[in-house]
């Protein structure tokens, strides 16, 4: 009878550290899961603003001024070159250019079509002839070489933080 105790003791014992080890592993998997759909600084706070009060914001905007903030979008296109750079929907059919704090993430390249939530600086951008060309390049776009491109406000965005949406 005392055999059987100590045995049935040990397999208790055996059993709850393998459960130990299973929820370990599930923890782990959850914070790799975590990582991937997360890029940059955490968000500091779910109550992001849409595309519509987005596009607001950026209307009442000046060139000098900079607002931080939180807001969630769909991901139009994104840099094919590293991940460098995505642009998100606004309303109206506009867009605004987001980059990453000083390139500190990149995002996949694959983001095309899912939302995300980025937190950061909005603000007005004077991009110039140059920097167009550039930008359709990482895009895989070639620009015609007769259109004449001239400097254009767009709306910028250097994001802190980025999380992808499921």
Known sequence: MKRI????ALLLVVIGCKMDQKE??????NAQKQEFLSF???ISDDTAKDQY???GLYQNLKT??????IFQAQVKEVCQNKGCWMKLSLANGQETMVRFKDYGFFVPKDLAGSMV????N?????MNPEEQQHMAEDAGKKIDSTQELQD????????SGVRILQ
């Open 5 to 8: 105790n100590i045995l049935l």
């Open 24 to 29: 370990k592993e599930s923890a782990i998997s």
């Open 40 to 42: 940059g600084s955490d």
């Open 53 to 55: 009060q987005m596009f």
């Open 64 to 69: 000098e001024d900079t607002v931080q903030v």
């Open 117 to 120: 939530i980025v937190e950061g």
């Open 122 to 126: 909005a603000f007005l951008h004077t």
């Open 152 to 159: 254009m406000v767009s709306y910028g965005f250097e994001a």
